[in-house]
């Protein structure tokens, strides 16, 4: 079974903090993305990677950033959080389809952020 | 820009009943389709993968069906079970990979 995992369920920082989550995946999907979840918005794409160093803006990257140096590891970095970054925070992983397009999406279990 | 609306947002049954959920999305140039299932407080499970070549897929109770040219999903539950109970997602995949989901229906299957 694919296994992602994130490295908190629940965190909570103070505003201006630096602020890491960290994700991990055991199938050696080449990508991965990130996703915050809000009531009403549904989930929005922050960032993706398909390949190591490879990162794609998704449709909500301002104020956060990526890394990715290994095939497994996908970093989410809140460089100054805000209080409107208060969210649920979902990793997922796939492989490439036959199509070239993304595949099934697995997704960690996710971390629920609170900026104070 | 890619819309996905999921109708209704939300649905009570009793066990027992068939249920149908909707998914429609405004660009038919999509790849595949995948239908979630989000527990409260939790990840997203992958329920069903349709590729765009495809009509429907089955797992167990579920199937789900795909009209590329109309810009619509279907989710169908059979016999539904308490154990159902759970919001559910469909997402499509359009260019550079990137999902776009739908709201949810968040369904409630009584005793």
């Known amino acids: 079974d694919v296994k992602v995992t994130q490295s908190s369920r629940y965190l909570v920082k103070r505003t201006g903090e630096k602020v890491f989550l960290e994700c991990v995946q055991d199938m050696d999907h080449e990508n991965m993305f990130w996703y915050r979840q809000d009531p009403g918005l549904g989930l929005r794409l922050i960032y993706f990677s398909y390949d190591v160093k490879m990162k794609e803006k998704g449709d909500i990257p301002e104020g956060y950033s990526v890394s990715r140096e290994k095939k497994e590891r996908f970093s989410l970095i809140l460089e100054s959080a805000s209080t409107n970054q208060t969210s649920m925070y979902l990793c997922?992983?796939?492989?490439?389809?036959?199509?070239?397009?993304?595949?099934?999406?697995?997704f960690g279990p996710g971390t629920r952020l609170t900026v104070l | 820009k890619q819309e996905v609306t999921q109708i209704p947002a939300a649905l009570s049954v009793p066990e027992g009943e068939n249920l149908v959920l909707n998914c429609s999305f405004t660009?038919?140039?999509?790849?595949?389709l995948q239908w979630f299932r989000q527990d409260p407080g939790k990840g997203l499970t992958s329920l069903l993968l349709i590729q765009s070549s495809q009509r429907e897929q089955t797992s167990g109770r579920l199937n789900a069906s795909l009209d590329k040219s109309s810009g619509r999903s279907t989710l169908y539950i059979a016999a539904s079970q308490p154990g159902d109970s759970a919001t559910y997602l469909c997402a499509v995949t359009g260019t550079a990979s990137k999902l776009t989901f739908g709201t949810g229906t968040r369904l409630q299957v009584t005793l």
């Open positions: 660009d038919s140039a999509i790849y595949n």
């Open positions: 997922a992983s796939s492989l490439i389809g036959a199509s070239g397009r993304t595949d099934t999406q697995y």
